[in-house]
């Protein structure tokens, strides 16, 4: 079992930056694979980006594609997500979700684990 807590989530203009932590329990964080999703009031949840466990595959969702970044540094237990060139559409509360993840290059679309989710708020 791992527990996730998230962190850096603000107020930003437009056009600016922020990087989300999502640091992790546990000793075998290495096997875990781990994504991001966001959720805007009276929307669908938004899988936005993952990683595998080894860090070597990523996924984007269109609509951050090339903005934002996933990484992750298993020494410290930690997923960032990047986020550059805000748009207001971006504001949402941001959660960082993992799954024990036999394959070491896989990317998954569906988490056991979650994060209570950090606030991110975009002006425009």
């Known amino acids: 079992q791992v527990q996730l807590v998230e962190s850096g989530g603000g107020l930003v203009q437009a056009g600016g930056s922020l990087r989300l932590s999502c640091a992790a329990s546990?000793?075998?964080?290495?096997?875990?694979?781990v994504g991001w999703s966001r959720q805007a009031p009276g929307k669908e949840r938004e899988f936005v980006a993952g990683?595998?466990?080894?860090?070597?595959?990523?996924y984007y969702a269109d609509s951050v594609k090339g903005r934002f970044t996933i990484s992750r540094d298993n020494a410290k237990n930690t997923v960032y997500l990047q986020m550059n060139t805000l748009k207001p559409e971006d504001t949402a509360v941001y959660s960082c979700?993992?799954?024990?993840?036999?394959?070491?290059?896989?990317?998954?679309?569906?988490?056991?684990?979650w994060g209570q989710g950090t606030q991110v708020t975009v002006s425009s």
């Open positions: 979700a993992a799954r024990w993840a036999p394959d070491r290059e896989r990317v998954w679309y569906e988490y056991a684990y």
């Open positions: 546990g000793r075998t964080f290495s096997m875990y694979a």
């Open positions: 990683i595998s466990r080894s860090g070597g595959t990523t």
